[in-house]
């Protein structure tokens, strides 16, 4: 081994010695694989208007390594400036691995501020994380969308695939569900099955969009997205408190149109 090699390697070591075991935290979630998986965990967000995309991207060690010895060669003494543009060219190269069509055309990401730190974890694996915003026509009904992963190619990779909704669209069709008795969604899986998402965002008719809407009132409290299913529909409610809030809503307005009646014979019942 040459002396230059050396080197690189020893730099090598002491930066992933100074950067990730000293890291003050260990990786936000974990593949239940080996560590010679890279790890791809994906919450996708798919409201009518804008898509919005987190992605953790976990990396083993000896990949870091490898990639490090090429990045540092030529560096003696590593710094906190060296990390910074490390950690920026990974993120760079995990967004540009990341592609997203929209009614079949190709659409560029729009990076949001990401919430926790990037570049640090354990001894099996080094964590990073992405924040993706990208547009969707609001005025069209049915909009096809595509997500390609082309991180990582040529390695086996573990990933995890969950698609979030609101009341206002309906995603019935997604591949991760394609197959009514294989819901794949929020599950590991190697290989290539779910390296591409394919999906279609409709626009529910209002009836569909009035009972998500009271289902996810009803359920959770809220309307910010959550998981969605084989259902397509975030919140969809049992039909029976669908018909028994109807049927509230008929005697409420029958006795508005009596009382406006009794009102307006003098206070006389009619």
């Not at 990396?59 to 910074?84: K, S, Y």
């Not at 964590?127 to 390695?155: F, K, M, R």
């Not at 969809?236 to 008929?250: K, Y």
Request: glycine letters at 10%; a negative charge.
């Amino acid at each position: 081994m040459s002396g230059d090699t050396t080197q690189a390697l020893r730099v090598a070591f002491c930066w992933l010695f100074l950067v990730v075991f000293q890291g003050v935290a260990t990786p936000a979630f974990a593949h239940p694989f080996d560590d010679g998986l890279a790890g791809h965990r994906f919450r996708l967000t798919v409201l009518a208007d804008h898509l919005e995309l987190e992605l953790l991207v976990e990396e083993p060690v000896p990949w870091v390594l490898r990639d490090l010895r090429t990045f540092l060669a030529g560096v003696e003494h590593p710094g906190p400036a060296d990390q910074e543009r490390y950690d920026a060219r990974r993120l760079d190269e995990f967004e540009s691995g990341l592609q997203l069509y929209v009614g079949g055309q190709r659409v560029q990401w729009e990076r949001r501020p990401w919430q926790g730190e990037n570049g640090v974890g354990d001894r099996q694996f080094v964590l990073y994380g992405l924040h993706l915003h990208a547009p969707i026509d609001p005025s069209q009904e049915d909009v096809t969308i595509n997500l390609i992963d082309t991180i990582h190619p040529g390695e086996k990779v573990a990933r995890m695939v969950e698609v979030w909704g609101s009341w206002d669209t309906d995603l019935r069709g997604c591949s991760l569900w394609a197959d009514p008795e294989r819901n794949q969604s929020g599950k590991w899986t190697i290989g290539s099955e779910t390296t591409e998402l394919r999906l279609t965002r409709r626009l529910p008719s209002i009836w569909a969009r009035g009972e998500a809407w009271l289902g996810m009132s009803w359920r959770t409290g809220t309307l910010e997205p959550v998981p969605v299913g084989p259902g397509g529909i975030a919140g969809p409610v049992d039909r029976r408190v669908v018909a028994l809030v109807g049927a509230l809503l008929m005697l409420v307005l029958l006795g508005a149109v009596r009382l406006r009646k009794t009102v307006r014979n003098g206070g006389r019942y009619l």
